[in-house]
């Protein structure tokens, strides 16, 4: 690291530590925004924070490094999409505690990189909480920000949705559920294979892939209405 990236992220922690919330540590945690270190900044004080530092793909990889969430959400606003490698995006996923972080990186970050849609099926089958979380969340912002990808590149996806709804952890399930009501929304004709999908979904025994399969219909059905 030179002296002026040092100095850079000397001046981008000091940033966020002044801003710090303590105080708003235990609020977070009751909803799952935990983390090592974690400093309790908001989302909007981040966002003004990014718009005083500016894009600088450097600066993020080196605050995504401290392992900070804090650091990690604001790094994900400071990124250079077009910049990523796949080592680094990889890296990236590795590193995430919480799933604000992963969501967060997967909208601001990774969506907009060339590099997002292979990302997505080598994610959705890793093991790792949070890398498996990636997959999904990256396929649910690219259903929606992803405007000129033809509608069956989604449709070849749900295939990893199928496969993936029986993973009982919360932050999966979670992830794979908002995959398949977005790539649902996104036109009719993906509104029937989507539907179709959670009909199938809903039709299992009790456990995470019905409860992914009735609530993606539930929303589908009366979006319809």
């Known amino acids: ?15 966020l530590h002044e801003r710090a919330r303590p105080e708003a540590l235990a609020g977070l945690a009751r909803f799952g925004l935990t983390g090592e270190g974690r400093l309790g900044l908001a989302v909007p004080t981040l966002r003004a924070l990014a718009r005083e530092l500016g894009r600088e793909h450097e600066l993020a990889l080196e605050l995504w490094d401290t392992g900070i969430p804090d650091a990690q959400l604001l790094a994900g606003l ?6 990523f490698t796949q080592a680094q995006m990889d890296h990236w996923v590795a590193g995430m505690q919480a799933w604000d972080v992963c969501d967060q990186a997967c909208l601001n970050a990774f969506s907009k ?32 920000h992803h405007k000129a990808r033809p509608d069956a590149d989604f449709a070849a996806r749900l295939p990893l949705i199928r496969a993936g709804a029986d993973d009982p952890r919360n932050f999966v399930k979670k992830a794979v559920n908002w995959a398949l009501r977005q790539i649902g929304k996104r036109s009719p004709g993906l509104r029937e294979q989507a539907l179709a999908l959670a009909e199938e979904l809903a039709a299992r025994e009790p456990g995470p892939a019905r409860w992914v399969g009735l609530d993606a219909r539930r929303e589908l059905l009366r979006r319809a209405g």
């Open 1 to 15: 690291m030179t002296n002026k990236h040092a100095q850079r992220l000397s001046l981008a922690l000091a940033a």
């Open 113 to 144: 990189s060339p590099l997002a849609w292979d990302a997505i099926p080598r994610w959705a089958v890793r093991q790792a909480e949070f890398e498996k979380r990636a997959g999904f969340a990256l396929l649910a912002v690219a259903a929606v």
């Open 78 to 83: 400071l990124a250079e999409p077009a910049r």
